[in-house]
């Protein structure tokens, strides 16, 4: 028989093949499933951190798995999800049923679903902030279609985020140059004891 402990890392494995929902609107690639998460971890403990928020232990529990779901649900878009209902519930307990995480099915994906707690409306601001984050890459490369959808995502600043920090974070990435990390930084511009 197999083990499910391993079954569950080649099931998860499958998110790096998972487009997500938007790729059907955009119609260019846009990061997986597996981009995204690995995004929203890191954005998640940056909100964590300016907020004064120590329990980075369920935060990173939280946001890596936030949507793992995803590999029996797939990732809908918000289009689809006007005529589709996903079992979210039942696809994240089969998942981890039988695994050494059934823990991340009762208690920290429930408390993110919840929104109840601090570190669930941190990992789901990071969550919507990665959407803002890609956006302004997919303008980078030449779509339009992140223009449009400009006043759905000043909403959703302005009535879903729950932190402060996250709203901040919204506003800089509007402003945000996303290549000078790398324009300023480079073999004819060195950091001062970079690499020291």
């Not at 919840?114 to 990071?126: C, H, L, P, S």
Request: hydrophobic share 35%.
């Amino acid at each position: 028989m197999s083990d499910k402990n391993l079954q569950f890392l080649f099931e998860i494995g499958t998110l790096r093949n998972m487009q997500r929902g938007w790729y059907q609107h955009f119609g260019m690639e846009v990061a997986s499933v597996m981009e995204h998460s690995m995004r929203v971890v890191f954005l998640a403990l940056l909100i964590a951190r300016k907020e004064g928020v120590k329990n980075e232990e369920k935060i990173l529990k939280m946001a890596i798995a936030h949507d793992l779901s995803e590999t029996r649900t797939s990732d809908l878009c918000y289009m689809q999800k006007v005529y589709v209902e996903e079992d979210d519930k039942r696809a994240i307990h089969d998942l981890f049923s039988g695994t050494i995480f059934s823990d991340f099915d009762e208690k920290i994906l429930k408390e993110y679903k919840e929104r109840k707690t601090i570190e669930a409306k941190i990992v789901k601001d990071a969550d919507n902030l990665d959407i803002d984050i890609e956006l302004k890459e997919l303008e980078e490369r030449g779509s339009k279609l992140p223009a449009k959808l400009q006043p759905t995502r000043e909403f959703v600043r302005k009535t879903k985020f729950y932190t402060k920090t996250a709203k901040k974070l919204w506003d800089a990435v509007q402003k945000e140059n996303i290549s000078e990390w790398h324009l300023h930084t480079n073999k004819w511009y060195k950091i001062k004891n970079a690499g020291k």
